[in-house]
Structure formats: C-alpha cells, structure tokens
C-alpha cells in the first residue's frame, strides 16, 4: 500500500491509519509492477477486527489478475470447507469470474464464447475452492477508500516490492 506521496506503507501502519470497513471476513488483494512483472499477492482473515491468519506470497513474472485469483485461491484454502465467511476482493473481474460467468465456462468444457480463458488453471483452481464452501460469499470491495483490512491486504500483496 502506498501513502498519498506515493510511498509504500507497512501492514503495521495501515492499522495505525485505518479503521473504517468491515470488521470481520477474508481481504484479498494482488499487486504487480508493470504487468507483467514481478508481483505479490496478500490474504488476511479477521473476526471482529482480530487477525486470525495472514499469509503473502511473489511470483517474479506474473500479471495483476494471476496475482488477484492467487489471492482468492489461498483465501479460500484458509477457510474450513463448513466455515461460513465473507471473501473479499477488489478485483471486480475476479468477483464476476467466479459469482457469474464460471459456472457457464466449466457446462461448456471451460470455453467462452469469444474466446480462450485467461488464465484458466488459476480460474479452474479457484472455482472449485469455491464450489467445496459452500457457506463463503465472495464479494467486491471498493479499492484504496480506506477501508482497513483491504488495505492491510493490499500491503500484504506489496510486501515483495519492500523486500520482505
């Protein structure tokens, strides 16, 4: 996550600085630089504004959206398959990838219409992580609008551009 100058912030500090959104559920986020380029993904599942777990991850070659459904994908590997949950994400495509248009891709032996599916190994993993929880919402979440714990995984998902 980066400060309005543009610099990069720490887990630590989004929870000095943010307190608004939901308090509760699973935060997604990827991140690259360029795209392609190398990227992260962040994950952190909270209960009334407690972490109960958090893991980060890079890909030293890798594009935003395969680092957005990594994030889900281990989002979802965190959950026990009965637990009931909200799953975040930014990533508006990622949302409708899996909540509209997978069901249809997957009855037509995973093909659209218009075309191949981008990044289809991840899409395939992930929907059927989805499928096996039956009990986890997946919804979208505004990006950056201060809301604490997608900018904690926001700043999970840069960790690799600090370093860490």
């Known amino acids: 996550m980066a400060d309005r100058q543009g610099a990069l912030i720490s887990p630590e500090e989004v929870l000095r600085r943010h307190h608004g959104g939901p308090r509760s559920g699973v935060f997604t986020d990827g991140s690259c630089e ?21 893991a980060h991850g890079a890909d030293p070659a890798t594009t935003n959206n395969r680092m957005e459904l990594r994030a889900l994908i281990e989002a979802y590997r965190m959950l026990p398959p009965d637990h009931a949950a909200t799953v975040y994400s930014d990533s508006q495509l990622c949302v409708k990838t899996i909540n509209e248009w997978a069901a249809g891709w997957a009855a037509r032996g995973w093909r659209r219409k218009t075309g191949p599916i981008a990044n289809l190994e991840l899409v395939q993993e992930l929907y059927e992580l989805a499928r096996a929880h039956p009990k986890v919402k997946l919804t979208w979440i505004a990006a950056h609008d201060g809301s604490r714990w997608n900018e904690y995984a926001d700043a999970l998902a840069t960790t690799y551009l600090r370093g860490a």
Not at 34 to 54: F, H, L, M, S, Y
């Open 34 to 54: 360029g795209n392609p380029g190398p990227g992260g993904w962040g994950v952190v599942w909270v209960e009334d504004d407690q972490i109960v777990k958090a």
